[in-house]
């Protein structure tokens, strides 16, 4: 008998995180696709909004959220060696970087897909929808239902304004994470944990399986085209050991350092915004998608974005574990921190807390 079903698509960012999860950890999982009956029946019943992926557990309960859902496989088979790395600085730079694969490499996969493979796109959102119907038939419902996702790319801070500075930023991003590669196998070491999965949905999903972002990859950094496809075939399936001594590779700090240059500022902007929120809403009032807007600069290139309030949900995961650092740790994430131009984050602190709850995130 199956024990997970993971519902969602190939096309998709966030079901390609929490596949090559569940393909490392190795469970027995059916992947189904997220067609217009399972949105009617499934997810928009228990989740409440169309979003992808959807996981049910072996008991029938209903998970959204690919970190809820790693999170909860991990509490029930509690298998070794675990996604979320044991020791502490390892662990929150996996948070940091998982924060910067599922909220900031969004700018690039949503630009090059957007922009670069839109046709495509069509073609694929309507095969996944209605596998039955004609290609043409489906390029039709895809621009219908695909409409709704270019037409994030505002919201994200994608315009004209932005775009050389995304391509830019990307571009290095491709050669850090490259060099990274040369010294290391995975982020962590010698296995995936974590923030690898958390790369992998937009490196794979969308910057190596869109036609022309793939070879964008491939010709710029075909070691990350390699990672990919070793993270697609189970990533070793948990073998191999991280870096001991809790150690945390320098090849990481270009990353974590433009991470602090660009993502960080949108990051506190937000929170300020979320701060007004905050001072008149209570306990368990759902926090909206977005409170307001704000300025994203990246690589010297500004422009307006909406203030998404769920990145401040991953960094309140990653600012959680620097809290309960012991004193030597913590003096070890704060040299850290200093050499990625992060000395911010050792006092900045959301204005109020945050929770999950009924697959939502509430004020706490
Ligand atoms: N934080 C969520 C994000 C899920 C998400 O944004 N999924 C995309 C597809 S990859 C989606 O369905 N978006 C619909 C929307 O944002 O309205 C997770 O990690 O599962």
Not at 40 to 46: A, E, K, Q
Not at 99 to 123: F, I, K, S, T, V
Not at 247 to 257: K, N, S
């Amino acid at each position: 008998m199956t024990s997970y079903t993971l519902y969602g698509a190939e096309v998709s960012y966030f079901t390609g995180k929490a596949r090559a999860y569940l393909d490392w950890r190795g469970v027995d999982y059916d992947e189904k696709p997220a067609t217009q009956a399972v949105y009617r029946d499934v997810i928009l019943p228990n989740v409440g909004w169309p979003v992808i992926p959807v996981a049910t557990m072996p008991d029938g309960t209903v998970i959204q959220d690919t970190a809820d859902i790693m999170q909860a496989v991990e509490a029930r088979e509690n298998a070794h060696p675990p996604a979320w790395p044991a020791s502490p600085l390892q662990r929150f730079v996996s948070e940091l970087l998982q924060l910067y694969g599922d909220e900031w490499l969004m700018l690039p996969a949503m630009h090059y897909r957007w922009n670069y493979n839109e046709d495509w796109a069509y073609g694929e959102f309507g095969a996944l929808s209605a596998p039955d119907l004609t290609p043409d038939q489906q390029y039709a419902l895809g621009r219908k239902n695909g409409a709704r996702f270019k037409g994030a790319l505002p919201i994200l801070g994608i315009s004209a304004d932005t775009v050389p500075g995304i391509e830019k930023s990307y571009e290095a991003f491709l050669s850090e994470f490259s060099a990274h590669l040369d010294q290391h196998p995975y982020i962590l070491g010698a296995r995936p944990s974590l923030a690898d999965f958390a790369f992998y949905g937009p490196l794979y999903a969308h910057l190596y399986r869109d036609p022309a972002s793939g070879e964008i990859m491939q010709r710029l950094a075909p070691k990350i085209a390699d990672w990919v496809e070793r993270m697609k075939a189970g990533g070793c399936h948990g073998s191999g050991e991280l870096l001991s001594d809790d150690a945390v590779p320098e090849t990481l700090e270009p990353i974590l350092r433009r991470q602090m240059r660009e993502q960080l500022p949108a990051i506190k902007a937000t929170s300020t915004l979320f701060s007004d929120w905050a001072a008149n809403a209570a306990s368990g009032d759902r926090v909206p998608r977005a409170l307001g807007d704000v300025d994203i600069e990246i690589e010297s290139h500004s422009g307006p974005a909406k203030a998404r309030s769920f990145p401040l949900w991953r960094l309140q995961a990653a600012l959680d574990v620097y809290d309960t650092m012991s004193p030597e740790d913590r003096t070890r994430a704060d040299t850290l921190l200093g050499r990625v131009d992060g000395k911010e984050l050792k006092t900045f602190r959301l204005p109020a807390r945050l929770k999950r709850e009924k697959c939502q995130v509430v004020l706490a």
